[in-house]
């Protein structure tokens, strides 16, 4: 487990504030970690979604709605210590002031690519640190 979070600090994938996030979790609330990181998941995904959504209607282009939601993105990444996808929402939020149709597709695509090489490698943390606690008789809630 510290082999994986050192590997995923050593590649900028997570950042201080994911640490910051794991001293808030204690006996009283030992799924604390899983449960934000999950809520953050579900909320990313359906921010993924209205992007992508916003960006196919090539006629009605919005770009100040698809800025909003780059920024929801970016803020709630940053509160998970999300680095890298942090980072590309930066670079989304340039192109969506540029009013820049391809470099808002190139930038979720990178998006997409970040946020799921995320989920699979928190996913295989929780794994680790799940079967690390079985042993006390503790769970966490599987990711979807």
């Known amino acids: 487990m510290n082999r994986l979070l050192a590997f995923l600090f050593h590649q900028g ?4 504030q994911f640490l910051q996030l794991q001293q808030l979790q204690d006996e009283s609330s ?6 934000v990181v999950n809520i953050y998941f579900h909320e990313s995904e359906k921010l993924l ?8 209607d090539r ?3 919005d770009y100040k709605k698809m800025g909003i939601h780059v920024n929801q993105l970016m803020g709630s990444s940053s509160s998970i210590g999300a680095n890298r996808v942090r980072n590309v929402c930066v670079a989304f939020r340039a192109a ?4 820049n149709r391809a470099g808002c597709l ?3 695509e990178m998006l997409e690519h970040e946020y799921c090489y995320l989920k699979n490698k928190l996913h295989e943390l929780f794994q680790i640190e799940q079967e690390r606690a079985l042993a006390a ?3 966490y809630p599987l990711q979807n």
């Open 106 to 108: 190139r930038a979720l």
């Open 49 to 56: 979604r209205n992007l992508r959504s916003l960006l196919m």
């Open 137 to 139: 008789g503790v769970r």
């Open 13 to 16: 994938v997570l950042d201080e």
């Open 96 to 99: 969506t002031d540029q009013n």
């Open 59 to 61: 006629e009605l282009l």
């Open 30 to 35: 030992p799924n604390f970690v899983s449960e």
